[in-house]
Each structure stands twice: as structure tokens, then as C-alpha cells.
Nanobody, 127 residues
Framework: QVQLVESGGGLVQAGGSLRLSCVAS????????MGWFRQAPGKEREFVAS????????THANSVKGRFTISRDNAKNTLYLQMNSLKPEDTAVYYC????????????????????WGQGTQVTVSS
């Protein structure tokens, strides 16, 4: 049973920073690409960033490019999302997710490619 547990969310003023973490257990973390998604009230869940199993390839949504950085530490079974220059429109519940396919050379951007999800962590950015 794969478990993903996010942490690091909170309330921050616009322009501030947060770092989200996602600790994984239940299978070999380093074999699978990982992703971050977010869902704002009344909106669909959307892709934020993803990283390949090795950490060598990262992809970021245009809306966060240059402000957010995804990374992973396979020795600690942990996925990160460093969020800088936060904006009110970044307010959402942030979810980490684990790829359904092992050793993919890139991190997928589509929800259907992910098999396991965390419970989410709330990020609120005040103006």
C-alpha cells in the first residue's frame, strides 16, 4: 500500500515563499516519477510540476515557471515543491502524486497517469 503524506502548506502573504514536502512509503520511491497538482475551490485539479524517477527531468506548468521548483531526494523518499513569489491565485489545495508506470523518463503532466495521491495540503496566499 503506497502512502503519500504532504506537509508544509499554510498562510503566506503575496510575494512570500513556502516549501511543500511529500514523504512516500510502500514501494520503491526512486523507481517512479512524481508530480504536484493543485485544486482551487470550484476549479478542476491542475498540473503544477513533475519530475522523472531519477530527478533528471523536471517539468513546470507555465503559470508557475520561474517561481516554483520541483525536486526529489530519493535517499529520503521525499518530493519537494519550493514555491517563491507566491500570488493570491496560487491559493489551492496541493497534492503530490506517484506515477503508475515505473522508470518513465519524464514526469507526466496528466492526472490519469498517476496512480497514488496524497491527502493534500492547503496553501493560502493573501493579497
Amino acid at each position: 500500500q503506497v502512502q503519500l503524506v504532504e506537509s508544509g502548506g499554510g498562510l503566506v502573504q503575496a510575494g512570500g515563499s513556502l516549501r511543500l514536502s511529500c514523504v512516500a512509503s510502500g514501494r520503491t520511491f526512486s523507481d517512479y516519477a512524481m508530480g504536484w497538482f493543485r485544486q482551487a475551490p470550484g476549479k478542476e485539479r491542475e498540473f503544477v510540476a513533475s519530475v522523472s524517477w531519477s530527478g533528471g527531468t523536471a517539468t513546470h506548468a507555465n503559470s508557475v515557471k520561474g517561481r516554483f521548483t520541483i525536486s526529489r531526494d530519493n535517499a529520503k523518499n521525499t518530493l519537494y515543491l519550493q514555491m517563491n513569489s507566491l500570488k493570491p491565485e496560487d491559493t489551492a489545495v496541493y497534492y503530490c502524486a506517484a506515477d503508475k508506470q515505473a522508470r518513465r523518463g519524464f514526469g507526466p503532466t496528466q492526472l490519469r497517469e498517476y496512480e497514488y495521491w496524497g491527502q493534500g495540503t492547503q496553501v493560502t496566499v493573501s493579497s
